[in-house]
Every structure is written in structure tokens, then in C-alpha cells.
């Protein structure tokens, strides 16, 4: 279930114009911060359908709103450009079929680390 080449190529073309007018400077940076954000949130059914994935919809979003939460501290006007930038590439590669249902699925891996047991525990401790 992928686009076609028409389809991707249009696809391609209408956001190549949106990112060429849009700059990445100090004071539309917010606009463009939410935009990327709305366009996560409408592509995330698509991407469920897309890759297969065993997600719903809700936590595919929920994941969209951590990660753009994660990055919220982020106050440098060039390193939050940055984060833009990249956050389109991620958006275009995704949805786009460029990526397997692997990839999209690292973002679902468990980030804490699991509780250790108290033989692991004990070789920590005397490491020295």
C-alpha cells in the first residue's frame, strides 16, 4: 500500500515549495515548530496503515507529543532550526516509504532500563 510515483513526486513538489518559503529564522521559527507538529499528527493514520504497524492511531500520536515535548527546553535558535530541519526529513522519509516498519518501531523501544537483579547489582558494585 504505497503511493505512486505520481502521487510521491506531487508529493514532493508541493513540499519542496513550502519548505523553500519557509526560512528557518528567529521569528517563524514557532509557526513552523507547530506546523511541523500538525503535520505529524495528520500523517500518523497513514503511517499505521502504511507500515502495518501493531499501534493505534492515539499511540502513535502520543509518541509524536513525547518527542516534541522532549525538545520543548530547547531555547538556541539554531539548534531548534536545526531540530525543524530534521524533523521534516523524518516526516518526508517516513511517509514517503522509505523507511521499513523496523524503523518506525525504534522509536516505540523501551527507554528505561530495566530493573537489575541483585547478582548484576552485586558486580556493579564491586567493579574497582
Partial sequence: MSLSRVSKRALLASREVVHS?????????????????????????????????????????????????????????????????????????TFMGWKQATHVMRYFKQTKEPPKDWLQKFYDSNDG
Fill in 21 to 93: 518559503n519557509q526560512r528557518l529564522s528567529q521569528e517563524n521559527l514557532p509557526a513552523q515548530v507547530r506546523s511541523l507538529y500538525r503535520a505529524w499528527l495528520r500523517e500518523c493514520p497513514h503511517a499505521v496503515r502504511l507500515y502495518l504497524l501493531p499501534l493505534t492511531v492515539q499511540d502513535l500520536r502520543a509518541k509524536v507529543r513525547e518527542e516534541f515535548e522532549r525538545h520543548s527546553q530547547v531555547k538556541d535558535p539554531a539548534v531548534r532550526a536545526l531540530l525543524v530541519a530534521k524533523g521534516r526529513m523524518e516526516l518526508d522519509e
